[in-house]
T-cell receptor, first 119, second 114 residues
């Protein structure tokens, strides 16, 4: 079974503060993929990043960075110098992979973290 | 704009009724996924179609059904609607048939059951 836990239900910061969104996952698969999606107030879900279980390198994209640590089963997301436009619900998701059967697996989403960035 | 089109954006109906939600995937994408987002259940995977065939199934109720047509658009049919079916229904698409590929989501259809 797969499980994704986002323990932070809601975070409120002031603009320009750094903020880290936590994601802890559980899976028995040795190969798996992790994702982050953003859901702004307008409602659509926007893909941010995908990492596979073999690639533990941290990734930085502008003000966004991701820290993947297999040892702690975590895939945390940091926004540096937050902006009001970052206000959204952020979802972490996981899918396991079985050789020859990856199509049968479905994304498991965490419950999301609502980020409010105050001006 | 993700390139995934969902219609209608809003739907209001009564218990016991039947509705059809429609989704057009991004150009070139062969997979279509349906998700339900509700306050109590969060984001739940319902079903996936790949190139016209059912590929994976989640906790989709028997009252719900879906299909993908030759032009790759998909429809989700919800029947005998109950109050608890009120939710935001998302469609997503991806190029291949594997869920490990990034999925691109539509804007969703908000279904309200009165």
């Amino acid at each position: 079974a797969q499980k994704v836990t986002q323990a932070q239900t809601e975070i409120s910061v002031v603009e320009k503060e750094d903020v880290t969104l936590d994601c802890v996952y559980e899976t028995r698969d040795t190969t798996y993929y992790l994702f982050w999606y953003k859901q702004p107030p307008s409602g659509e879900l926007v893909f941010l990043i995908r990492r596979n279980s073999f690639d533990e390198q941290n990734e930085i994209s502008g003000r966004y960075s991701w820290n993947f640590q297999k040892s702690t089963s975590s895939f945390n997301f940091t926004i540096t110098a937050s902006q009001v436009v970052d206000s959204a619900v952020y979802f972490c998701a996981l899918v396991g992979a079985v050789w020859g059967d990856t199509g049968r697996r479905a994304l498991t989403f965490g419950s999301g973290t609502r980020l409010q960035v105050q001006p | 704009d993700s390139g995934v089109t969902q219609t209608p954006k809003h739907l209001i109906t009564a218990t016991g009724q039947r509705v059809t939600l429609r989704c057009s995937p991004r150009s070139g994408d062969l997979s279509v996924y349906w998700y339900q987002q509700s306050l109590d259940q969060g984001l739940q995977f319902l079903i996936q179609y790949y190139n016209g065939e059912e590929r994976a199934k989640g906790n989709i109720l028997e009252r719900f059904s879906a299909q993908q047509f030759p032009d790759l658009h998909s429809e989700l049919n919800l029947s005998s609607l109950e109050l608890g079916d009120s939710a935001l229904y998302f469609c997503a698409s991806s190029v291949g048939g594997n869920s490990n590929q990034p999925q691109h989501f539509g804007d969703g259809t908000r279904l309200s059951i009165l």
